[in-house]
T-cell receptor, first 115, second 115 residues
């Protein structure tokens, strides 16, 4: 158990809908990262928040957004869902903003299925 | 840009065989290098890491050495067990100027160990 929790574990929805994925980082960690794992794209970095502020952005679609709240949990919002958004979404957390000693710990993931 | 290339899988071995999974990278600066493992139905777990050239990361019998001259970080284990069956991901985190810990992953290599 990494100490990172994600809810829900599974999510099934229809095209065009909007969903929210939630992540609680390990106690004491200030950074939250979101990654998408799909069969065709592999594991891709989406976005990082550090202590409530956006720190880095990767290949995140404009239909997707995220935020980190004062209690440091984070939510990833996916809207106007398409079939191709079906994937496993991982959250990871780390103590710092990044750097040689900063290790990321991953949650169990949320499996999103868009029908 | 930064990238990681892993050997194609699946890799199928008999129990107690020697394992090598090749990983090479392209990066500016001095990245940190990681191996993560994903067991069926689970999230990613950090297996080992190395933060500078010639460092050797090791854990649970697995080893990998950061070779800057060949830009490689190959994963090895002297004697695999059935319980090592999983998907292995090589990843890098580039120090850069943006000071973000975002990870760039290889495509993953599936290991199957048969009794």
């Amino acid at each position: 158990d990494s100490g990172v929790t994600q809810t829900p574990k599974h999510l099934i929805t229809a095209t065009g809908q909007r969903v929210t994925l939630r992540c609680s980082p390990r106690s004491g960690d200030l950074s939250v990262y979101w990654y998408q794992q799909s069969l065709d794209q592999g594991l891709q970095f989406l976005i990082q928040y550090y202590n409530g502020e956006e720190r880095a952005k990767g290949n995140i679609l404009e239909r997707f957004s995220a935020q980190q709240f004062p209690d440091l949990h984070s939510e990833l919002n996916l809207s106007s869902l398409e079939l191709g958004d079906s994937a496993l979404y991982f959250c990871a957390s780390s103590v710092g903003a990044g750097g040689v000693a900063d290790t990321q710990y991953f949650g169990p993931g949320t499996r999103l299925t868009v029908l | 840009g930064n990238s990681v290339t892993q050997m194609e899988g699946p890799v199928t071995l008999s129990e107690e065989a020697f394992l090598t999974i090749n990983c090479t990278y392209t990066a500016t600066g001095y990245p940190s290098l990681f191996w993560y493992v994903q067991y069926p139905g689970e999230g990613l777990q950090l297996l080992l890491k190395a933060t500078k050239a010639d460092d050797k990361g090791s854990n649970k019998g697995f080893e990998a050495t950061y070779r800057k001259e060949t830009t490689s970080f190959h994963l090895e284990k002297g004697s695999v067990q059935v319980s090592d069956s999983a998907v292995y991901f090589c990843a890098l985190s580039s120090s850069g100027s943006s000071n973000t810990g975002k990870l760039i992953f290889g495509q993953g290599t599936t290991l199957q160990v048969k009794p």
